[in-house]
T-cell receptor, first 116, second 113 residues
Framework: GAGVSQSPSNKVTEKGKDVELRCDPI?????LYWYRQSLGQGLEFLIY????????KSGLPSDRFSAERTGGSVSTLTIQRTQQEDSAVYLC??????????????FGEGSWLTVV | DAKTTQPPSMDCAEGRAANLPCNHS???????VYWYRQIHSQGPQYIIH???NNETNEMASLIITEDRKSSTLILPHATLRDTAVYYCIVIAAGGTSYGKLTFGQGTILTVHP
């Protein structure tokens, strides 16, 4: 597709269950970001992947959160033992490789997670 | 990436120009100014970006001061659909600072009839 694709668009899960959120970045983009946005709040950085480099995980809120990026393309964000405070929209974004001047970040439409 | 400061909210009458300011006094020479907006329930949408010169596209104009410490996003004829949160961020073009991006709280622009 032409843009960043995320799935599922909406997910309702029971407290304590695990969830997986998927992101398909724009083809050829080597940088991939995950952000979280709680209702009425700003964007909270979670994790950043750049090519084959070790990801920047400094924004992950707890060890229940993990992410991987297979083959430098698709990424999966996993939340284990979900809690109600994990309810938020999870946004994925991608960007061209470093060194490309002024390149733009493109966001997906997000995955809305509700933990009940 | 440099920190930005924006007013928390602004109002604009429909059909008028909306001028959204952003301060980025610690911007570095290789950092671009980017503007995004987020309409409720949607992912952030790219609007415009610039380095030194003023820029214009079909959505907006970007005015960057000569010292690059501040900028203004101009929506020339605001419509009700322009009501959104507007984020100003500065992003390095590349190199070792190519990492996580920090978004502030943005400016909530409300366009009223």
């Amino acid at each position: 597709g032409a843009g960043v694709s995320q799935s599922p668009s909406n997910k309702v899960t029971e407290k304590g269950k695990d969830v997986e959120l998927r992101c398909d970045p724009i083809s050829g983009h080597t940088a991939l970001y995950w952000y979280r946005q709680s209702l009425g709040q700003g964007l909270e950085f979670l994790i950043y992947f750049q090519g084959n480099s070790a990801p920047d995980k400094s924004g992950l809120p707890s060890d229940r959160f993990s992410a991987e990026r297979t083959g430098g393309s698709v990424s999966t964000l996993t939340i284990q033992r979900t809690q109600q405070e994990d309810s938020a929209v999870y946004l994925c974004a991608s960007r061209l490789a470093p060194g490309t001047s002024g390149n733009t970040i493109y966001f997906g439409e997000g995955s809305w997670l509700t933990v009940v | 990436d440099a920190k930005t400061t924006q007013p928390p909210s602004m109002d604009c009458a429909e059909g008028r120009a909306a001028n959204l300011p952003c301060n980025h006094s610690t911007i570095s020479g290789n950092e671009y100014v980017y503007w995004y907006r987020q309409i409720h329930s949607q992912g952030p949408q790219y609007i415009i970006h610039g380095l030194k010169n003023n820029e214009t596209n079909e959505m907006a104009s970007l005015i960057i001061t000569e010292d690059r410490k501040s900028s203004t996003l101009i929506l020339p004829h605001a419509t009700l659909r322009d009501t959104a949160v507007y984020y100003c961020i500065v992003i390095a073009a590349g190199g070792t600072s190519y990492g996580k991006l920090t978004f502030g709280q943005g400016t909530i622009l409300t366009v009223h009839p």
